[in-house]
């Protein structure tokens, strides 16, 4: 695989090449971490989301409208 491209601007000269290959890595450990961070945050939501839709599902069952659920 090729490394991706970089652009330097300095001043009023920009240049653009590719990156070194500890550069590349440097960059892939970025990227990957973000992507991880991504997907925790991802499941993170999911579970809230299945959360509030127990709790709901159990406050319905004690009989509550869904404006009395809204209210709490």
Known sequence: MTNPMIRIIDGNTVTDRKMTDEEAADYKKVCDHSTARQAAADKAATAQA???????????????????????
Do not use: H, N, R, V
């Open 50 to 72: 299945a959360a509030k839709k127990s709790a709901y599902t159990k406050l319905a069952a004690l009989g509550l409208t869904a404006d009395e659920i809204a209210a709490l």
